[in-house]
């Protein structure tokens, strides 16, 4: 066969003019940005001075070998306590710990994680120049997990701020940082997820991505490619301690709103509500007959809070804040608690079909969030044998019950047998509090309502479960 070569060194030139500028795109040079940023962002280690208290040796195992695999909190024999002090035991030893830091303003603030800096005796910063100076913190915030510090210096190396709401997924994302000790490591991916919430962590809406985070990386900056800081790197889900590709950054919005209160004041105000929100299923969206899941179910409001104050009630689903809108439960303390404190913010809510408009002004989150009455437990004193109802022991509470769980209505679930309290997930020890928004107060009241709902249709279901209220689709059979 005959190849035309003048055509065929056409092609070639063709295909590569085609497809080189758009794999050249796909790839895009961080060179320019790491040489920007990267004298802006700082080393953080912190010494804590602490007596030892261990032993010399472990079943005649020498301290040296154990100090080498354990440093200095190796572990004691079984049962044999502390030993006594051996010589030079009453001097102090300090512990070190590696994080990561970025300079905000030429005067010296610096942010940095909550957890780098925590119980810090002493907090150096290494600049970029292999300077060192020692900090202060100027204020420090567990929930947000960030920390303002202040070295005394001018005309520092500063980052510029972004935007996480101009964030989009897919996005590429870069980070600077120490990871186990390593300085100025760079690493880069793209923007997984945003608005993650994580376990004890209501009030931060993380971004995800797949940028290399370690050890030593916490506190550091992610950047986008415009070269701003639109994130800090807090934290990393893993099984095995190291990097598997997913990793949380705290919101540049967060960080400098907790910043500038530790500035004005010291410390941090979060608006509250006073809710307990879960997330809208698409069952549980069936059952409020809805069109599809969105938005925060309220599936308990404290008393005497705004929410309470303002008429919001269990089975209400908070759809926006100010016009903002909630597609997720997660996305609604964030929201809540960013508001200025005495603020009135408009609430769009959905309830038993309805849309609502609400005014509710914002309270400050009680330090101790204790709401709930921490006294509530399982188990009663009840003796009643009750009603076996849809599969399930129905039993009235006692009036010691109702006071212990704070509640003045509902039913105790005993056995649970097949049927449709099984199938919608109620267990033994749960408490019924609404069917169908209606209050349980008598086992025949509950039985009489449901004689009266439609069959093989998901109705909400509203129950009290340890310390929480949550809902349930419910399909009467």
Known sequence: MLINKPFYMFVMLFSWLWFAPVAQAQLPDFVPLVEKNAPAVVNISTASKVKPQRRADFNGIPEELLRRFFGDNFPMPPGQGEAPHRRGDDSKKEMQSLGTGFIISADGYIITNHHVIVDADEITVRFSDRKELMAKVIGSDERTDIALLKVEAKG??????????????????????????????????????KERTLPDDTYVPFIQSDVAINPGNSGGPLFNLAGEVVGINSQIYSRSGGFMGLSFSIPIEVAMNTVDQLKRTGKVTRGYLGVNVQEVTSELSESFGMDKPKGALVAEVFPDTPAAKAGIKAGDIILSVNGREVNKSGSLPPVIGMTPVGQPVDIKLLRQGRLMNMTVVIDALPDDQKTVKNNRRGGSKEQSVGKIIEG?????????????????????????????????????????????????????????????????QKIPMRILRGNRAIFLPIVIQ
């Not at 935007?163 to 989009?168: A, E, G, M, P």
């Not at 209505?409 to 199938?423: C, M, P, Y």
């Not at 020890?429 to 169908?436: A, F, K, M, V």
């Open 392 to 456: 399930a022991q129905l039993m009235l509470l006692d009036e010691a019950s109702k006071q212990r769980l704070g509640i003045d209505f509902g039913l105790r679930v005993g056995a649970v047998d097949e049927g449709a309290f099984s199938q919608a997930g109620v267990r033994e020890g749960d408490i019924l509090l609404e069917l169908n928004y209606v209050r349980l107060d008598t086992v025949e009241s509950a039985q009489s309502l449901l004689r009266k709902l439609p069959k093989g």
């Open 156 to 193: 520092l190396p500063t980052v510029k701020l972004g935007q996480t709401s101009k964030l989009k997924v897919g996005e590429w994302v870069l980070a600077i940082g120490s990871p186990f000790g390593f300085e100025a490591t760079v690493t880069q991916g793209i923007v997984s997820a």
